[in-house]
């Protein structure tokens, strides 16, 4: 078991480092660099830039040296924990982010929460009394639910939770709340607010997630070992939960990191949709400006997210099923 | 019912729903097992044997109904008859009743544990369920059932996985866990099926030896004519969702009546008949689909003794030839 967790340790250090890499690479892809997007803005602006200008900018942010340089040079910070300047704030990038970083974490896990919950339950519902009126009516709702596009979706319910809970459109804090320092009362304005993000980044993969717990469970339903537990008398909910939903949960589990990238993924454009205080906005905007360092960092701590929720679910498979530990071991 | 009976089947009809439609599956069947008897039910697959020892137990899947027929189990717990099939298929009753005094293994060793529980858990958890013992007491219990089945390493056995068992020992797992609460009625739906006929051969012999030091009654069920002469006292030969024949095992094999009881027997594969190079004979034709309308007995499209306007209108009488051999046949009526 042990053994099993260094090496998945080992195997995510390693996505990670060629990670970081490929994210570089990415950032560099665009032509031109910071000094050009600066040089351009300040053009629109009326100005006049000589190249040597641009080209002094450059080598002061040490733009001009080898690709591979200015990498080692970034991971040396990183490692470090100094994610470099952000050339567009000239404030370090760990300040920018840090700012706005925790709400994001707190959107991707309330909403892989909402997922996980609400697709559990309806989807064991499902399949438990398959072809009821629930059972119909929950197909359809999911259909619908993967079919929506997100920012369909969220323009529903911003227009939904203004018309009918009174709220302030978008963003997720009242108006009087929005430069607060933390308080219990603002916790719940914050509450009442995110319930609209949550839904929007989390109703595909719950529609998911009801339709895989549901094939998944059906077919568990059928096997020999089910009939067998109720041979023993144990009663139907602790047989169901013990049994057929235990075994279900693998393919639910296994898919926790991959869902988590969806909605990661998903979260910088219902971000900017909803006009959120999160990381969303500002990764569109340093992918604009490209402020190197911060789209780098913010690139990195995303993937970071994934491989970690990977990880997790890996680490939390191996726990679920014996035959894994067993197969790995021997 | 008798003081002696532990159960007595009363012309049990069991169908199948499909969509407003009902397909009979189960058909008028009888019979009864006192305590600490064995009989056997034998026919080809599909015949209807599985869906008669789940009725038992209630443990039907929902598209299945009991249509009407009387299923009494003596409760020793109640100490009296219930009528299983009045009860709640959810209640209390039926499930004090499963896995404490009827226990059941199945046709698939493989398949009938959860891979993801020691084997330990899954018998510790019947234990724990029906008796108010320990944990520590429950698995000390579990560990001796393993012992007693013939599992060796019990210590270690009651830690490992199911599929560090072979299909065998799995079985012998599964027997431990359906007696492990002393049940007074075990059924055993095709337990050897499965199985290499090595093991098949050590599977009966257990079962016979527990039968022998615990006492409880079996009903075992097979395809496969070859395996009760071994076990049982009384045999009941079924065909569509009937009783065609029924007698001791003395009657079946060196007295049978009906024609299909006859198939069965020449269908056994027997050492001798490789050096005597008899042929074996399989029975003509297929079991019919339950969904073909068939009247009068089920078996004349495949019987070489069928009579034309008696045999595919009605179905026979019961015509008793001893006290306990009877047959369901126009050929004796
Ligand atoms: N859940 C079910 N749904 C539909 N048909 C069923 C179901 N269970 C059993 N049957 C039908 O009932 C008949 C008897 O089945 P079964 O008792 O399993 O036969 P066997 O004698 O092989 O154990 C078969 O024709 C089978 O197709
Ligand atoms: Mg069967």
Redesign the interface.
């Known amino acids: 078991m042990v053994q099993i967790l260094i090496r998945r340790t080992g195997y995510a250090l390693a996505t990670l480092f060629f990670v970081s890499i490929i994210c570089f690479i990415i950032i560099q892809l665009p032509p031109g660099d910071y000094a050009d997007a600066y040089a351009a803005k300040r053009h629109a602006g009326g100005e006049i830039i000589r190249a040597e200008e641009v080209e002094a900018i450059r080598h002061q942010l040490g733009l001009d040296r080898p690709m591979y340089i200015q990498y080692l040079n970034w991971m040396w910070g990183v490692v470090r924990g100094e994610l470099g300047m952000s050339l567009e704030y000239k404030r370090p990038v760990s300040e920018v982010i840090a700012e706005r970083l925790p709400l994001t974490l707190i959107l991707a896990f309330s909403t892989m929460v909402f997922i996980y919950s609400v697709a559990l339950s309806i989807g064991i519902l499902s399949a438990v009394r398959q072809y009821s009126a629930a059972d119909h009516f929950f197909t359809v709702i999911g259909y619908i639910g993967l079919a929506t596009p997100n920012f369909l979706l969220a323009l529903l319910l911003m227009y939904a939770s203004h018309k009918w809970f009174g709220q302030s459109v978008g963003g997720l804090f009242s108006p009087q709340f929005q430069d607060a320092p933390w308080s219990w009362a603002r916790l719940m304005d914050m509450l009442s607010h995110l319930w609209v993000p949550v839904v929007v980044l989390g109703t595909a993969g719950t529609a998911f997630q009801i339709r895989t717990m549901r094939a998944v469970l059906l077919d568990e339903l059928n ?3 089910v ?10 909910f602790r047989m169901l939960m ?2 057929p939903v ?2 279900a949960l693998n393919p639910i589990v296994s898919t926790l990191g991959w869902e988590l990238t969806r909605v990661i993924s998903g979260a910088p454009i219902v971000g900017v949709v909803l006009s959120l205080p999160d990381t969303g906005p500002l990764f569109l905007k340093s992918l604009l400006d490209q402020d190197t360092y911060l789209a780098g960092a913010m690139i990195l701590i995303y993937c970071t997210l994934v491989i970690a929720g990977t990880f997790i679910s890996d680490v939390l498979l191996i726990i ?4 894994i530990r ?1 197969e790995r071991l021997t | 019912m008798p003081k002696d009976m532990l159960l007595e089947i009363k012309d049990l009809e069991i169908s199948l729903l499909v969509e407003s439609h009902m397909v009979n599956i189960i058909d008028n069947v009888s019979f009864d097992l006192k305590f600490g008897e064995v009989i056997a039910i034998v026919g080809e697959s599909g015949c209807g044997k599985t869906v008669t020892s789940q009725a038992i137990a209630r443990l039907l899947p929902r598209e299945l109904k009991i249509l009407s027929g009387k299923i009494l189990f003596y409760s020793k717990i109640d100490e009296r008859v219930l009528d299983v099939c009045k009860l709640d298929p959810k209640g209390k009753t039926i499930h004090y009743i499963r896995g404490d005094q009827i226990g059941m293994i199945f046709q698939e060793p493989m398949s009938s544990f959860s891979p993801v529980y020691t084997i330990g858990n899954q018998i510790c958890e019947v234990i724990r369920l029906h008796q108010k013992v320990s944990k520590k007491k429950a698995r000390n219990i579990s560990i001796e059932l393993l012992d007693t089945v013939g599992i060796p390493n019990p210590v270690a056995a009651v830690d490992q996985y199911p599929h560090e068992f072979s299909g065998g020992m799995r079985q012998r797992a599964m027997i431990a866990r359906a007696i492990s609460c002393n049940p007074s009625l075990l059924i055993a739906d095709e337990p050897t099926t499965a199985l290499d006929v090595t093991i098949q051969a050590q599977i009966l012999v257990l079962l016979q030896e527990l039968q022998k030091e615990f006492g409880m009654a079996i009903i075992f069920i097979t395809h496969d004519l070859g395996v009760v002469a071994q076990i049982s006292h009384r045999v009941f030969i079924m065909y569509m969702g009937k009783i065609v024949e029924e007698g001791s095992v003395h009657d079946i094999f060196h007295n049978p009546k009906h024609p299909y009881t006859e198939n069965l027997i020449h269908a056994i594969p027997k050492l001798g008949n490789l050096r005597e190079r008899r042929r074996l004979v399989p029975i003509r034709g297929n079991v019919p689909s339950i969904f073909d309308e068939l009247h009068g007995c089920a078996f004349h499209p495949r019987c070489k003794f069928f009579m034309p306007d008696k045999c595919d209108v009605h179905f026979p009488k019961c015509k008793h030839l001893t006290s306990n051999h009877s047959v369901w046949c126009y050929l004796y009526e």
Do not use: F, H, V
């Open positions: 096997k020999m070992y009939i067998a537990a109720r041979s023993t008398g144990l009663s139907e013990k049994y235990r075994i679920l099923d014996p035959r067993y």
